[in-house]
């Protein structure tokens, strides 16, 4: 039975696609599992914190701090070397990284870690590839080695550029690393299929997964009775947050723009107080951050329409749910969205950045519950399908083994 280590940044935060989820399934499996985070917010024994020291989160303002002046990433914090010297990352046979960019993390350890350990690495966004943001939208200077950077302020903002350094530094980095690397789409696939930087590694495809008997409809108007929605009024859910990649912009214009004798709940999740201006036209409950399962569930159950006008989308985590629980989605183009809802079975994209495609779109489903409850239907019957935890819980164990096996192989190669 294979050992295996899961390192992310956090546990709760993100957990349906950090690593904790997988880690919880694999050990209901038999696995032993482990889960070595950054910030440890849950009670779960199976959980460390990465070096837990006093003062670490004021080191690690500090470093960022600094990384955005000189426009280096995830160069300067030492925590990830000291899991050199740690049992449990010595005792695994495996490690698995999520998330690992952001500042905690420092990617130079990588060529270490990953010659003392068979390795995977799940990428969450494109960082990966480029020479500092994590979703270079229509530029394609990560094709190239990056420089001239047309946005330093696109998250990870930096304020000098130096874009085409850390594209470098990143490339020496990975050359001197093996590992397999994890995407969940095939926007994703074949964007690091075509990165200069990681196209040697072998990329594996592995949709996200979910516990569908979590994650599956119940009753609506209990849901709507007990979240507080005005009985008989359409509930339009999406993620409030001011990230420039979830296009709040376009739901505002769509907002503004509607006009309907309807009454409209606005719920949201994320951020609280983003949609003020509309109080008094439409009701508003604002979730804030949700980490609870049976609330996010119930939120979702709620809604009549979920609303994802992302610009940049390397997956899009709420839109599987969503479609777990019968809801349509509605998305732009040109991001993963559309490979993930499967338009029209999973919901309808629209062009992408075209808010009165959208607006149109969204009018239409507020207007037509045949409309909605038919694409809601089809997307539960496609997340059934193709989003459940046990796929993707089974396709990792077998990334695993391949990984873990062709590891020991090419010692014994070297030792002959």
Same mark, same amino acid.
């Given at each position: 039975?294979?050992k295996v280590?899961?390192?992310g ?10 690593g904790?989820d ?15 985070v950054?910030?440890?917010?849950? *009670? *779960?024994?199976?959980?460390w914190e990465l ?11 500090i470093?960022?701090?600094i990384?955005?002046?000189?426009a ?8 990830? %070397? ?5 049992k ?16 905690y ?5 990588l ?12 990428l969450h966004?494109?960082?990966?590839i ?10 394609n ?14 998250d990870?903002?930096v304020d000098? *550029?130096?874009?085409?350094? =850390?594209?470098?530094f ?5 050359d001197r690393?093996?590992?397999d690397?994890v995407v969940?789409?095939?926007w994703?696939?074949?964007k ?16 996200f ?7 599956h ?5 209990i ?18 947050t001011?990230?420039i990649?979830?296009?709040?912009? %376009?739901?505002r214009?769509?907002?503004? @723009? ?6 409209i ?7 609280r107080g983003l =949609?003020?201006e ?10 804030g951050?949700v980490?609870?399962d049976?609330q996010?569930?119930?939120?979702y159950?709620?809604a009549?329409?979920v609303? =994802?006008?992302?610009t940049?989308?390397a997956f899009? =985590?709420m ?9 349509p ?6 991001t993963?969205?559309s ?9 309808i994209?629209?062009t992408?950045g075209?808010?009165?495609?959208? %607006?149109?779109v969204l ?10 409850? @038919?694409i ?6 496609f997340?059934?399908k ?6 993707y ?5 077998e990334?695993y ?6 590891r ?9």
């Amino acid at each position: 039975m294979i050992k295996v280590l899961q390192v992310g940044h956090s546990d709760l935060i993100g957990k349906r696609f950090n690593g904790y989820d997988l880690n919880k399934g694999l050990r209901l499996q038999g696995i032993q599992c482990e889960n070595c985070v950054c910030d440890k917010l849950s *009670d *779960d024994d199976n959980t460390w914190e990465l070096f837990h020291v006093k003062n670490k989160k004021y080191i690690d303002f500090i470093a960022k701090y600094i990384e955005k002046k000189i426009a280096l990433q995830s160069l300067l914090t030492p925590w990830a %070397f000291t899991l050199l010297y740690d049992k449990r990352f010595n005792t695994s046979d495996l490690v698995h990284y999520h998330v690992i960019h952001g500042g905690y993390f420092n990617i130079a350890s990588l060529p270490l870690l990953t010659y003392r350990k068979p390795s995977v690495w799940t990428l969450h966004d494109p960082w990966a590839i480029t020479g500092h943001c994590i979703h270079p939208y229509n530029c394609n200077k990560w094709l190239t080695g990056c420089g001239r950077c047309p946005d330093l302020n696109i998250d990870f903002a930096v304020d000098k *550029d130096r874009t085409a350094l =850390m594209w470098k530094f990143k490339k020496y980095i990975y050359d001197r690393s093996t590992i397999d690397i994890v995407v969940a789409s095939q926007w994703m696939y074949n964007k690091s299929k075509q990165s200069p930087l990681l196209s040697k590694f072998r990329i594996n495809l592995i949709p996200f997964g979910l516990d569908l008997t979590v994650f599956h409809p119940i009753d609506d108007q209990i849901s709507k009775k007990e979240l507080g929605v005005i009985p008989g009024s359409i509930v339009i859910l999406f993620r409030a947050t001011n990230s420039i990649f979830k296009g709040i912009s %376009f739901i505002r214009y769509c907002l503004r @723009k509607l006009t309907t004798d309807k009454s409209i709940c606005l719920l949201t999740v994320n951020e609280r107080g983003l =949609m003020d201006e509309f109080r008094g036209k439409y009701q508003i409950i604002d979730l804030g951050w949700v980490n609870d399962d049976e609330q996010i569930v119930k939120a979702y159950n709620a809604a009549d329409i979920v609303l =994802m006008p992302s610009t940049a989308e390397a997956f899009g =985590m709420m839109a599987i749910e969503a479609m777990a629980c019968g809801k349509p989605v509605l998305t732009f183009s040109g991001t993963s969205l559309s490979e993930v809802i499967n338009p029209p079975k999973g919901g309808i994209s629209v062009t992408q950045g075209d808010p009165d495609a959208l %607006f149109a779109v969204l009018e239409d489903l507020i207007n037509n519950q045949n409309m909605r409850l @038919k694409i809601g239907e089809s997307a539960l019957d496609f997340a059934r399908k193709h989003y459940n935890i046990t796929n993707y819980l089974n396709k990792h164990l077998e990334l695993y083994s391949e990984v873990i096996a062709r590891r020991k192989s090419d010692k014994l190669k070297c030792d002959y």
